[in-house]
């Protein structure tokens, strides 16, 4: 049963452009996202979260949305630049408690000159 | 400060071996988990410690897995008598006190020949 999903294994987007990586989750009792970007060898890098009480995250070239009545949240990355390329993947979790993160598949984001 | 470090980087055990992979915390963190990636797949949780507790073994296979984190020194998660299956990478995370955002090591690659 998988709670996380990230539909599209991959996305190529030129040097310049905008990233748009999505992510659905099922539990609805979910309130708490976070997003990591991972090269190959090496382990997650925590990239940026968000919480239920608000629709938007932003930090830098980086923002999350954040859709609850979707079930929907995505990631965008403005603008792409080539050390952008890796996966990425979304997590969910309940606030205020630290307790295992549920990661979806992942999404390959390559960045094109 | 140093981040979490995981040793060995890479294991080869034969079928019926044991496997022992530590976590050393992030400076501060109280929490530790372990999750493991198959190929292509995402990242599994399957264990939650604090200093000398399991907090959640949910995700532990009930045989030959076990996962320790001692009053000192690091986390220690114990493979007994390995399979092919085994053969994943293993990432240990941490957490300082009241945070949902984990920041993980380089992992572990297990392979069993």
């Known amino acids: 049963d998988q709670q996380v999903k990230q539909n599209s294994p991959s996305l190529s987007v030129q040097e310049g452009r905008i990233s748009i990586l999505n992510c659905d989750y099922t539990n609805s009792m979910f309130d708490y996202f976070l997003w990591y970007k991972k090269y190959p060898a090496e382990g997650p890098t925590f990239l940026i979260s968000i919480s239920s009480i608000k629709d938007k995250n932003e930090d830098g070239r980086f923002t999350v949305f954040l859709n609850k009545s979707a079930k929907h949240l995505s990631l965008h990355i403005v603008p792409s630049q080539p050390g952008d390329s890796a996966v990425y993947f979304c997590?969910?979790?309940?606030?205020?408690?630290?307790?295992?993160?549920?990661f979806g598949t992942g999404t390959r984001l390559q960045v094109t000159l | 400060n140093a981040g979490v470090m995981q040793n060995p980087r890479h294991l080869v055990r034969r079928r019926g071996q044991e496997a022992r992979l530590r976590c050393s915390p992030m400076k501060g963190h109280s929490h530790v988990y372990w999750y493991r990636q198959l190929p292509e797949e995402g990242l599994k949780f399957m264990v939650y410690?604090?200093?000398?507790?399991?907090?959640?073994e949910s995700g532990m296979p009930k045989e030959r897995f076990s996962a320790e984190f001692p009053k000192e020194g690091p986390s220690i998660l114990r493979i007994q008598q390995v399979v092919r299956g085994d053969s994943a990478a293993y990432f240990c995370a941490s957490s300082p006190d009241g945070y949902n955002e984990q920041f993980f090591g380089p992992g572990t690659r297990l392979t069993v020949l």
């Open positions: 410690l604090q200093k000398e507790n399991i907090i959640d």
């Open positions: 997590a969910a979790d309940f606030t205020g408690t630290a307790s295992k993160l549920t």
